[in-house]
């Protein structure tokens, strides 16, 4: 079975960093397009950072020059850099896995995720 498994979340003051972590297992996780999401209390979920079809990074603007997203294969790992916090950035963090298939940063389109991670940015 696949699982995604997120770890790193945590409170800190804006102006902060956070580095979350996605450990993925049960699949081969090269063959798999990976996202990163956010969900903050009732909003709808959205798109923060992944990889466009070249392999080029993608981000929502809303994070551009703050967010860095990067994927160890050999590790089995994604990660999500995340500086300069703000406010606005609290949320519930979740990684997204699906096969194969090239689905950008639409979430309806992801077959697996985690269970999500909590960030939460103070003033």
């Known amino acids: 079975a696949v699982q995604l498994a997120e770890s790193g979340g945590g409170s800190v003051q804006a102006g902060g960093s956070l580095r979350l972590s996605c450990a993925a297992f049960?699949?081969?996780?090269?063959?798999?397009?990976m996202g990163w999401f956010r969900q903050a209390p009732g909003k709808e979920r959205e798109g923060v950072a992944g990889?466009?079809?070249?392999?080029?990074?993608t981000y929502a603007d809303s994070v551009k020059g703050r967010f860095t997203i990067l994927r160890d294969n050999a590790k089995n790992t994604l990660y999500l850099q995340m500086n300069s916090l703000k406010p606005e950035d609290t949320a519930m963090y979740y990684c997204?896995?699906?096969?194969?298939?090239?689905?950008?940063?639409?979430?309806?389109?992801?077959?697996?995720w985690g269970q999500g991670t909590q960030v939460t940015v103070s003033s």
């Open positions: 997204a896995a699906n096969p194969h298939v090239w689905v950008g940063l639409s979430a309806a389109e992801y077959k697996y």
């Open positions: 049960g699949y081969a996780y090269i063959d798999y397009y």
């Open positions: 990889f466009e079809r070249d392999g080029s990074t």
